[in-house]
């Protein structure tokens, strides 16, 4: 389910609110080594806690790099599915604080 409360934004100008699987899919698809290198996907609001960006490397594949202050969290990986990417930052996304998102608690 694609929340409203993030947007992708790519290097070439592309900008998607509350993308979806599909969505990240076509435009990790679209990034190139030249003129479109990566995509960043982050709460539409200042400051953001976290974020997650996918760039294109020189030498084939993907750097997905995920940071989440509120959780101390930074990691770095080289993947080279782009469904793989989709499908995991989806889920990743999905669970970020947001504070406008309602939760609810067992």
Excluded at 9 to 26: Q, R, T, V, W, Y
Aim: charged share 25%.
């Amino acid at each position: 389910m694609a929340a409203r409360y993030y947007c992708a934004d790519s290097e070439n100008g592309d900008h998607i609110d509350g993308p979806s699987e599909d969505a990240l899919f076509m435009l990790i698809s679209d990034l190139d080594d030249a003129d479109n290198t990566f995509v960043v996907i982050q709460p539409d609001e200042d400051d953001p806690a976290w974020f997650a960006s996918v760039a294109a490397l020189d030498e084939g594949g993907y750097e997905v790099v995920r940071r989440d202050t509120t959780r101390g969290q930074h990691e770095v990986t080289t993947v080279t599915s782009i469904n793989q990417i989709a499908k995991d930052l989806t889920i990743w996304m999905a669970g970020r604080n947001h504070p406008d998102r309602h939760t609810s608690t067992f």
